[in-house]
C-alpha cells in the first residue's frame, strides 16, 4: 500500500485548498479511504473518509461543510477539498486505506502512510 499525497500549502484564513492522494500497490476500489491530518504536537485525527462499498462519505465535526472528499476509482485517487479555512487546520495531511468510517467515526485502520502533504494557515 503506497500513498502519495500533494496539494499542500501556506494559505490565509478563509482561504480553499485542494489535497490529493495517489494511491498505488493495491485494488483501490475495494478500500474504503480517509484523510487524516496532524498538527504540531497532537495525535493524528481522522478527517474524512469515503467508502468503497457506494462512495458515502463521513467528516470530522470540526470540518463538516468546510471540506469535502471525493474519489475517481479509474485514477486511483482521492481528493479532499478544503474552504473556509481555519488556523486550526494547520497541519500535515495523510490518507490511509481501510479506516474506520461511519457517522462520529473516523479511525485508522491499515498502518500505511505516505510522507502527508503540509497544510499551513497563516495570516
Known amino acids: 500500500f503506497k500513498f502519495v499525497e500533494a496539494g499542500g500549502d501556506l494559505v490565509e484564513p478563509g482561504g480553499s485548498l485542494r489535497l490529493s492522494c495517489t494511491a498505488s500497490g493495491f485494488t483501490f476500489s475495494y478500500y474504503t479511504i480517509g484523510w487524516f491530518r496532524q498538527a504540531p504536537g497532537k495525535e493524528r485525527e481522522g478527517v474524512a473518509c469515503?467508502?468503497?462499498?457506494?462512495?458515502?462519505?463521513y467528516y470530522a465535526d470540526s470540518v463538516s461543510g468546510r471540506f469535502t472528499i471525493s474519489r475517481d476509482n479509474a485514477k486511483n485517487q482521492v481528493y479532499l477539498q478544503m474552504n473556509s479555512l481555519k488556523l486550526e487546520d494547520t497541519g500535515a495531511y495523510y490518507c490511509a486505506a481501510d479506516p474506520l468510517c461511519g457517522p462520529g467515526v473516523i479511525f485508522y485502520g491499515l498502518d500505511y502512510w505516505g510522507n502527508g502533504t503540509l497544510v499551513t494557515v497563516s495570516l
Open positions: 469515503v467508502k468503497s462499498s457506494d462512495s458515502s462519505t
